[in-house]
């Protein structure tokens, strides 16, 4: 039997310990179940922005095996100058458990190994030079990965079912971008649609089926978000200039015609 049961909190009512389990069973699993299936990866929110000398990640949720973790309050990372690639991550230290509660601890941390290992999920990279402060406003969807100086989110995994995506924010400029371009292929219309909902990400599989299809190579090329984004790109910047990207294999099978 599926029971569902609201606890009564009434004037000088106690509190019984059933009354409580079912208030924790409510707000701990009810977003895990919802989420069943997801990638690790931002969920919602987690917004990064800068200052002159700190990283402010907003607040905002992350799933991470299964798990959701909220994040109430902004966390703020002061970052400094070393000329090469420093990662922000979130390290997940596992479970702990006392009396009273079971926690699952996560930090947030600045780290120089460009490898994200098992245990961290990625929230932005950069290479910042002396005398330069970190922006994250960007001037069009190719200043995204500009080297030096820039918040770059491009390989930050944004979670969905079963793989993780590209940020939302991502592909609306992306879609925003494309549609100014007065596109003319009606695939490049129907993508900008979906694009245009920042309210949840575009599925990995979704704009790796979009690319294969436009750029004529396989779905399975496009298994990166670093792929996605430079799949993307090369559309845009065709179409900024007035052309539409040819299919590579309707290029080939052209060639071949002709050489016969």
């Keep these: 039997m599926i029971v569902r049961a609201f606890p009564l909190f009434d004037k ?3 509190l019984r310990a059933d009354m409580m389990a079912e208030l924790a069973s409510y707000a701990y699993l009810f977003g895990d179940i919802l989420y069943d299936g997801y990638s690790d990866g931002i969920l919602s929110g987690c917004r990064l922005t800068t200052t002159k000398d700190t990283i402010v990640v907003n607040p905002g949720i992350i799933r991470y095996a299964g798990k959701n973790f909220l994040i ?8 400094f100058p070393t000329n090469s690639t420093t990662i922000l991550k979130m390290n997940f230290l596992g479970e702990n458990r006392s009396v009273r509660f079971i926690t699952y601890d996560a930090e947030v941390v600045l780290d120089k190994a460009a490898a994200v290992r098992e ?4 929230l932005c990279r950069f290479k910042l030079q002396p005398g330069a402060q970190l922006r994250y406003k960007y001037v069009d969807f190719e200043d995204r990965s500009t080297e030096y100086d820039t918040l770059n989110t491009l390989h930050v995994p944004y979670s ?13 400029d992306y879609a ?3 549609s100014e371009a007065n596109p003319q292929d009606n695939l490049d219309t129907a993508f900008c649609l979906q694009a245009m909902d920042r309210s949840r990400p575009v599925a990995a599989d979704t704009i790796a089926l979009y690319l294969a299809s ?3 190579d396989r779905a399975e090329d496009f298994a990166t978000n670093e792929a996605l984004y430079d799949g993307l790109n090369q559309i845009l910047a065709a179409a900024k200039r007035g052309q539409n990207v040819t299919p590579r294999n309707r290029e080939r099978r052209r060639s071949k015609i002709l050489v016969d």
Excluded at 160 to 172: A, F, Q, W
């Design 176 to 178: 925003r971008e494309l």
């Design 72 to 79: 109430k309050d902004p966390i703020y990372v002061a970052y």
């Design 12 to 14: 000088g009512a106690i």
């Design 119 to 122: 245990g961290q999920i990625e």
């Design 214 to 216: 436009r750029l004529g």
């Design 160 to 172: 969905s079912k079963e793989r993780s995506t590209l940020s939302p924010e991502i592909t609306y």
